[in-house]
Nanobody
Framework: VQLVESGGGLVQAGGSLTLSCAVS????????MGWFRQAPGKEREYVAS????GHSLSVKGRFTISRDNAKNTVYLQVNDLKPEDTAVYFC??????????????????WGQGTQVTVSS
């Protein structure tokens, strides 16, 4: 299983981005999917996740996770970006797709990450 993130970049504070994560294979619809981020010098932190049935959770109202099973892709829309949102954003797949999981240890597959930099 391969996960490839895209959509990161440099954006001004107050702007928006939509990150995408394309997943290879034929079992995407059975996975729970999550987004995490890691800023320099900090631990990886949970951002949002979505179950295989579409139930979702995000830590901030500015973050919205969604999925398109026909495209094997999960998205993270981030609005009103702030400098503190600067980080590498990772997507991850959880074969226990029924659960909302904030624990990175529950995820089986990870992408390489996409850099988001927010300027003030």
């Amino acid at each position: 299983v391969q996960l490839v993130e895209s959509g990161g970049g440099l954006v001004q504070a107050g702007g928006s981005l939509t990150l995408s994560c394309a997943v290879s294979g034929h079992t995407f619809s059975s996975y729970g999917m999550g987004w995490f981020r890691q800023a320099p010098g900090k631990e990886r932190e949970y951002v949002a996740s979505i179950t295989r049935s579409g139930h979702s959770l995000s830590v901030k109202g500015r973050f919205t996770i969604s999925r398109d099973n026909a495209k094997n892709t999960v998205y993270l829309q981030v609005n009103d970006l702030k400098p503190e949102d600067t980080a590498v954003y990772f997507c991850a797949a959880d074969v226990g797709g029924w659960r909302i999981s904030q624990n990175p240890d529950n995820y089986n597959y990870w992408g390489q990450g996409t850099q988001v930099t927010v300027s003030s």
